[in-house]
């Protein structure tokens, strides 16, 4: 706040004289190196006629301003301070500092990479955190499912902790706050246990995004970053796991995930409306969305507790119903009549 109001002159130079009080203690001229008392000397030098030593006050402000360039005690009877031109003077003082934060910047470059250097060479627990047994690999998952801020992605394969058959709740906290979630689930070992589809059509339902294809271990990844997988990848229960920091090695994970990705097909489910007259059988729903999950004749069959001969005498039927000669005709038209829904963004 400013004040025009008279105060004692504080400028090092003698007499009175109304200035402008400003409730800042800190000087503009600050960060060029100059105090606030010393500002106020100069400031009150460049408007008066060069003054003698004996008139300034506060010698030591004076002999500082001197050591800055931004004054000048000139050898006359009796000796007198003789202001130099501030727009030069004045620049010279911001060049240098100019030059100063320059230096400092190029130390913090040299700093920083010295730091992250010495931290993944001497302090790799820092980075990657072993959690062994299942309450603390459920802890570690559950801070890296909440850590996600906009996307969340997986590999859904054994090993399995709780019923693979159950959606995630704190995957469904995160989906209504608007996280996207993408799951590529492992034909062999996620989406042909029984029981597992059903499941997932809840999630697809809540807003994720899902693919089926060949998936080589367990992955979680957000962009924290953050990363989870198994120690073991071919055990069957969690014994230990990894929980992954390292922003190179999230980023080369993340690289794997989207190369599976871009492999992998869409999970289909039914898209049909209940009261449509043209709509697939309860039987018929769970084939397709199967058959068009890649599973095979006899991987489908264990899915749905049916033999493989049943399997293809309903797949038969169903390819009558639709007109088509072939089981590519048959999907195809499947999606013709929005009997399928991928999900898939």
Partial sequence: MTSLTPERDVSGVTGSRTTLSVSDDRGVLEPLGLTRAEQDLYE???????????????????KRLVELGLISLMPSDPPRYLVLPPDIALELLV???????????????????????????SEPSELIEVLRGEPEIAAGIER????????????????FMDDPTQVHQHELEQLRKGVSFRILYDRKGSVDRPGRLASRVSGLNDGERARVGEVPLKLL???????????????????AGLLIHDPVLVATLQALFE??????????????????????????????ALLMSGLTDSETAVQLGWTERNVRSRIERMR???????????GYQAVLRGWLDTHDG
């Fill in 44 to 62: 009150d030098l460049v408007s008066r006629l060069p003054v003698t030593e004996a008139e300034v006050s506060d010698p030591a402000a004076a």
């Fill in 95 to 121: 060049r240098d500092r100019e030059l100063d934060l320059a230096k400092a910047r190029q130390e913090t470059v040299l700093l920083a990479t010295s730091f992250h250097t010495s931290t993944a060479r």
């Fill in 144 to 159: 890296l499912v909440r850590s996600a801020k906009n996307e969340l992605c997986g590999s859904d394969a054994p090993p």
């Fill in 221 to 239: 990844l957000t962009d924290g970053p953050m990363a989870f997988v198994p120690i073991d990848v071919n055990a069957t229960k969690y014994s």
């Fill in 259 to 288: 190369l599976l990705w871009s492999r992998a097909v869409p999970l289909a489910t039914y898209a049909g409306q209940s009261g449509s007259a043209d709509r697939p059988t309860e039987q018929e729903r769970e084939l397709l």
């Fill in 320 to 330: 009558q119903r639709l007109g088509a000669d072939t089981r590519f005709q048959a």
